[in-house]
């Protein structure tokens, strides 16, 4: 759920109809392929849609990059749900999005103190059978310090009986190849759970500079487990149940 400056509804819906168009004709409606080319689609396919809305270009800019991010995080919802369908497993988990998490999940998520607090969370996997958030997913594109962010709170749900196994992953592009930097490689490796990266070269790319930069630690491939290429999410949910 993104906070602050959010994308107005009907940009958004008019990105997503593009979005799942350009799923349907191009990708055979294969959410998980398409995912992996997201940010080639939003730039040069989706960008230009929200000109007519915006006179400023500055405004436009600034837009953009909020409107962006909720269209990254409907692709990753939009994945998610397709894999758990394909792997034969909606009997037994469901995905959530938006204010969906707040209506129905909020007591699972939230930390109370003098105020209700909730994580960074923009997706949810819920086991059917025990009605319980199995999943908390943070998704971006670009990190800043939303990364640090997502660590701090998988800290403070472990502290909290009811929720120190509630897993919590991250899945991104990695556009700008943040993840090379050392306190973004040491939470993706100790704190997060599972981080996904969802561009085939960026993924590639960084495996080989983990590797050489880390790859006779004793524990590297241990360690490396923890960062998966978004085909592999099927492998995740299974080991949900």
Not at 9 to 14: A, G, K, Q, V
Not at 26 to 35: A, C, P, V
């Amino acid at each position: 759920m993104r906070r602050g400056f959010k994308c107005k509804r009907d940009i958004l819906n008019l990105l997503k109809r593009e979005y799942d168009k350009i799923a349907k004709l191009e990708y055979s409606g294969d959410y998980l392929k398409i995912i992996q080319h997201f940010d080639f689609i939003a730039e040069e396919k989706l960008r230009h849609l929200i000109d007519k809305f915006y006179s400023n270009p500055r405004s436009r800019d600034q837009a953009w990059k909020t409107c962006k991010g909720s269209l990254y995080e409907y692709a990753v919802f939009k994945c998610i749900q397709q894999v758990i369908i394909k792997n034969k497993l909606e009997s037994k988990l469901q995905v959530l999005m938006g204010e969906d998490i707040l209506i129905e999940y909020k007591d699972q998520i939230v930390i109370r103190n003098w105020s209700d607090i909730f994580p960074d969370v923009d997706i949810v996997v819920i086991e059917k059978e025990s009605n319980l958030v199995k999943t908390i997913i943070s998704c971006k594109t670009s990190l800043r310090e939303r990364l640090t962010e997502t660590a701090f709170w998988k800290r403070e749900l472990e502290r909290m009986e009811n929720r120190k196994d509630t897993k919590l992953i991250f899945i991104t592009t990695d556009k700008d190849r943040e993840l090379r930097i050392d306190t973004n490689r040491y939470i993706l490796l100790h704190v997060i759970d599972c981080t996904f990266i969802t561009d085939p070269e960026k993924y590639k790319e960084l495996i080989e500079t983990y590797r050489k930069k880390y790859g006779n630690r004793e524990d590297f491939d241990y360690l490396l487990s923890r960062v998966k290429f978004i085909e592999e999410v099927g492998n995740f949910l299974k080991s949900l149940l």
